[in-house]
């Protein structure tokens, strides 16, 4: 099993940044995929950014150049700077790890962008 644990939300204002963070443990494999996802509210979750274990990087257009994903494969961790913030951006974060075709997910840490 594998658990996830987000940190580093809270409430910004626009044009600010936050640095989300997400530790993984348990049974960790070498080969895997990390991602961020968002989930606002009445909307579906949608995949805003990607990191292989080798560290090839893919981000959602809304975000491009805005985030960054960077991860730290000796604490299994993954992390999301977010600069220039807007409204739009406000949702609830969720880290996820896939390994084996099974996806891992954490319960989420929200990001509040106000105007």
């Known amino acids: 099993q594998v658990q996830l644990v987000e940190s580093g939300g809270g409430l910004v204002q626009a044009g600010g940044s936050l640095r989300l963070s997400c530790v993984a443990s348990?049974?960790?494999?070498?080969?895997?995929?990390m991602n961020w996802y968002l989930q606002a509210p009445g909307k579906q979750r949608e995949l805003v950014a990607t990191i292989t274990h080798t560290g090839r990087t893919n981000y959602a257009d809304s975000v491009q150049g805005r985030f960054t994903i960077s991860r730290d494969n000796v604490r299994n961790s993954v992390y999301l700077q977010m600069n220039s913030l807007k409204p739009e951006d406000t949702a609830v974060y969720l880290c996820?790890?896939?390994?084996?075709?099974?996806?891992?997910w954490g319960q989420g840490t929200q990001v509040t962008v106000s105007s």
């Open positions: 348990g049974s960790i494999f070498r080969e895997n995929t």
């Open positions: 996820n790890l896939v390994q084996v075709y099974v996806y891992y």
